[in-house]
């Protein structure tokens, strides 16, 4: 088991941009799977974007080219770096360990 601890939302301007943070309270590199989650109000939560400890990176096709997720193994830290945000960007963000462990969520809302 893992904890997790988002920190980084708040609210920001359409075209606007933040970045996320995730840290992990054990080495991420012998985690096989780290990802962020939102969920938006009465939507079902969803899979933005992941990556593996291989490197590998998948994405959401409503965020392809304006989120990139990246891993600091030596800060145990995963980041989501979102770019381009939309109102529909606005939702509570989860980081998530092999789809066991969950953050508490940090609120991103991208309003004018």
């Known amino acids: 088991q893992v904890q997790l601890v988002e920190s980084g939302g708040g609210l920001v301007q359409p075209g606007g941009s933040l970045r996320l943070s995730c840290a992990a309270s054990k080495s991420i590199a012998s985690i096989y799977f780290m990802g962020w989650y939102r969920q938006a109000p009465g939507k079902q939560r969803e899979l933005v974007a992941a990556i593996t400890s291989g490197g590998r990176r998948n994405y959401a096709d409503s965020v392809k080219g304006r989120f990139t997720i990246s891993a600091d193994n030596a800060k145990n830290t995963v980041y989501l770096q979102m770019n381009s945000l939309r109102p529909e960007d606005t939702a509570i963000y989860y980081c998530?360990?092999?789809?066991?462990?969950w953050g508490q969520g940090t609120q991103v809302t991208v309003s004018s």
């Open positions: 998530n360990a092999n789809r066991n462990d």
